[in-house]
């Protein structure tokens, strides 16, 4: 399967930008998770474009859920999410039709789909699908909660603003949900906006590493070839527009220490095993080991710039300067954390689940 | 599947360090290509210990190959890889069955296997696997190659001394697949080399990041959603054991830029469009856009070290020092390298036969 | 995945019969195929109910497209086809809550999702999601067919009343799609609609025997063992509500013969070859050998009948006569053939797209 | 993946049938499973050639379990198995190349492997290969017998020849076991006994009905739509060499049956539910009902007979007569009942550990 994911639960995605809708099904989850509104709507007005660092599309987002949900709790069935696409200006883009912009999928769109895609407003490809990919991911991630299993992302850096480390994982994770703009340290929050302001202003834009936080995993899950937790969340991540990395625990900084500093030495309180420090991010042999999951991701800048820029003609075959006009985020790295959040979700459950059996998410 | 990886051409691995054997299947590869023993086993040597860089631990890795080739072609039926395990000391392991050692899978491997696990040199989570895996994935290479697809892959850094950046990648490339240690820049080479011995001596072991390029990678390969070329890809390094973290094109370092730094120009030459920079490393939006492909992997200090660690005997639930004997490298960075182009080639392999059909690999 | 089928070309079916909406995705179909609704309705009405011989719920099953068309074609993104349910009538089914109807799927459903499905009209197993499933599998039909890979089905029994055999195959499976009560001998179908009618009389129900046809199907396609063509078609077509036997070429007959009876000897014009007889189906050893691909699918009499049956109260745990009230079909067999169509199709695309890529389907 | 079955537990197949080996890989399995050599090589007895009923070559099917098995119990990582090939006469097949066998798979192979294919003995299509799927089933059927859940085929009819139908199905399905050439009526072995001798001396042979009960299955598994419990097993089964048809419950009758006769009444005690009759054979919606597990296959012919065939020779495009020699069963039906029953258990234990996780199936 292609854009689909995961074995035991999965999620696929279809829709296009300026299509009829977006949309997502999610198959494999339990029967008896209970649906909570309130909770996918605050994760969608994360995912949302907020004030003058987003783009000025504004979508309500709203979500029509069109099976798998009978008085309020999963049946069991496949979920079917439908977000209808309302405020499109598709003249906006008729005049790249010929000119790829740098660095987004029109190139390779026009290379796998030979001319048929939609290219409207880049079509499939658009940040706009993660909004159904946030809905149905947001189902699975309450459901994980309610297992113990919270899942948080904070900006950790931004074109070189850095946040403060996680510190006590479980009020950091508990604050970020109430935080549109995940920074743990107020002060740097402001240094990060006023950088997407000031990129904005140059007609440019920024990008950032978000870290993201699973705390309550069970330790055993995963499998020690290919299935490999790390894996497998990565295969989930990069599918998140404009993730260029991930790493886990320490990550490429682990490159540089000696096996003396980078192993995590267990310890005992005479009940349970710990490592009293963290550089594996809770994942060992690609299966987890009860320490809380760590990882980092790498969101490029936004591709979609008011500068000129270099590109070609497809139609003559012939170099121009490309000046791209419409609705454009200078920063998009805010609005990822809910996507990053939604798609870990996604992983995690579909593991829990090959491993503890398809009810497991929903048994009290 | 958990322990096999791809959907048209799939690999499954089997074994532990010191059962009877390990191996690979590999299905779904095209009849008709041609077995190379000589370039098999060159890369499974890429793959030994060498000299004192590496573990005491010496073996042949004869493989045998039980199906799937017949007069010396691939017959498109699944080939079984066998390789005999010879050279075990069992001993050395047993004290250690209760005390896990650090940042090792003994204890995940306890969680996930609930002690039935084969705890013998590390069991299905030795580094031993992976000669099954150079094995296979060298096959489904060389296959790659003569279509014109070639991986390579140097050591970009190790413990902090960087090789110089990929610069002509159709000669470096070819350089690299006769460079025992994989480093472009001669005197860096010997730097490292003089690191890994100095982290010898101290009973310490050190790590490094690996950089791959996947030159001649037609355009139009990977999915929008889920299946993205680095989606897939990731997937598959992740299971190289030791590795923390995976980057391509600009990686984590694009966070630092502008949208107009990170963005690649598109520029055209009359007949073919290219871009001007591949901070994108090849892909965009899941898909490849005919530049080489370029990758990272941070692979994480070996954590076999001879210097005192903190563990846990599980027995007793009592905090203790630990002191591993043994036969270890002081780093595996080098003998990765082999392990990574491998599970690249697969991972490649597979997205293309989905792409053009299974016979494509061996199309002339 | 569950409620999905397929590798490269993928169908995922969701929705309840009383729930908002029913519908399917389509992943990993060809970019370029053009979209004829006229096609699509005329196979949804080959599913609708007709007359006195079917149910009296009477909708337009009017679908709506919400991705992966654009002007017309295929972009090669997924095709999200939704469902609105509007005629339903839920007061009907809520005394049933508790009793489960015999040889329906109502106590399974209790059984797997735990009282938490939609009991609604048979709900997620209702065979109005059939409906979903002929629009998607219509889409390729028709791919197919321009193709040359044409599909037809006939009624080949009914409650012991046979149709003749099948005999131009290609004038046979033409003729098919312009009947919509699809016999091939036209007074063994009016002994057909009156044994049904006389079903309908006697408050009861008929099942029958379809025999479906693929011709232009080409060689080489299926694998050897566990993806033979046989299993891949059979696991699509057991999901179809009610059958409950699957077989190919001479099938159960087969055992009664000799081998020398059995077997299809080879004949050539010089040009090609072909066997005399076809008892092998189409396929010898899970591989198309280029002769009609014959399978005939049992389905059972409908379980709705207005007879009385025993059943049980659950929540007693008291045996009970149970009496059905409401819209029943006295036979879905003449439906059945709409989705027995769609699911060949399916389950033959996708194995041609595994062995062919992607854009085989749209290739001209 | 292609030659490969099962999402959570699978089985990857390999070999051929003279070639080095064959054998299986098993991944997914929980760990603590007792290996029961005795139990395993009594049902490769089952399966091996006996007496004068079947083909002249013996082997011992001597395996070797190569991986994932530790001081006689499944440590839960893949299992390995080989069985190497002894007694091969590659001569015999020599002449063959260029003229396919009827009804065999020499000329789909062609087609598909284009002249690659391993063509001594039908390569990786011979029944030989079923040995490694017996080993392999083996494992997993003796894990689910102590879980209660049991299974077991008989000859249902042979040439014509019926057994008499299962009874008692406890007592039956432990009797099987027993008999090396299954038939429950004596006196009914003795006559299939002769049909086969008869066949023999006629240089031709004969094929039949196997019936499989699998007993003790809880209720609540499967899914409503593709991954239905028929659909999967049907799958599984349809890879078993000359399997032509598959039927559950009724099968085939069913479809002269009104709705009242076919339908299956429920009854309680008080405490738990179950039908009065079973011709929905345990399955209702895709999903099990608790009750067991009936289905019957057919088996062809054996396609080797020493009768003059129509063939065509490949090189010169000419027809011609074709003449067997060698050695060959005149029936396989009572061989292939060891592996009906092998693949039954890998689909059902797959369908299992889905919906229970994968320790269910090693839990006391």
């Known amino acids: 399967m292609k854009n689909s ?19 997502a099904v999610i198959d494999g989850i339990a029967p008896g998770i209970e649906i909570d509104h309130e909770y996918i709507r605050a994760r969608l ?40 696409n309302t405020n499109t200006k598709s003249r906006d ?3 790249l039709r010929n ?23 880049g079509g499939h490809f658009s940040g706009r699908i993660t909004a159904a990919l946030v809905a149905a991911g947001s189902i699975i991630r309450l459901a994980l909660l309610k297992k113990g299993i919270a899942i948080g992302t904070h900006i950790s850096s931004l074109h070189g603003v850095s946040d403060r480390a996680f510190c006590k994982l ?50 055993g899950v995963g499998e020690p070839w290919f299935d490999t937790l790390e894996g497998v969340i990565s295969h989930a991540v990069f599918s998140v527009p404009g993730v260029k990395g991930v790493e886990f625990g320490a990550g490429f900084g682990i490159t540089e220490l000696y096996g003396s500093e980078a192993n995590d030495p267990f310890v005992t309180d005479g009940k349970t095993v710990k490592t009293s420090t963290n550089n594996s991010g809770g994942i060992q042999g690609g299966i987890s080991n009860g320490m809380p999951i760590i990882l980092r991701t790498a969101i490029k800048p936004t591709p979609s710039i008011f500068k ?11 170099n121009l300067t490309l000046n791209i006009e419409g609705r454009h985020d200078p ?34």
């Open 331 to 364: 920063a998009i790295i805010h609005r990822a954390r809910a996507v990053i959040d939604a798609v870990v979700a996604i992983a995690v459950a579909d593991m829990l689940a090959m491993r503890f059996g398809t009810d497991w998410l929903a048994e009290k």
């Open 99 to 121: 000119t790829p912009r740098p660095s987004h999928a029109d190139l390779t769109a026009e290379e796998k789909y030979h001319g048929y895609q939609d290219y409207r407003g």
């Open 170 to 219: 479980d009020d950091d994770v508990k604050a970020l949900s109430a935080l549109p703009f995940p920074v743990l340290d107020g002060e740097r929050a402001e240094e990060m906006r006023a950088e997407i302001l000031k990129a904005r202003e140059m007609g440019d834009s920024v990008g950032g590493v978000l870290e993201t936080a699973v705390i309550g995993m069970p330790a």
């Open 93 to 95: 883009y008729e005049a």
């Open 5 to 23: 994911f995961g074995n035991s639960i999965s999620v696929t995605l279809f829709g296009e930008s300026h299509g009829e809708a977006i949309g």
């Open 45 to 84: 007005i994360e995912r949302a474009p907020v004030g003058r660092i987003s783009t000025g599309r504004c979508e309500a987002d709203d979500y029509e859920i069109l099976s798998g949900v009978f008085m309020g709790f999963t049946t069991g069935t496949p979920i079917a999410i439908v977000i209808r």
């Open 308 to 318: 000129p820029q270099g590109s070609v003609s497809l139609k003559d075959m012939e």
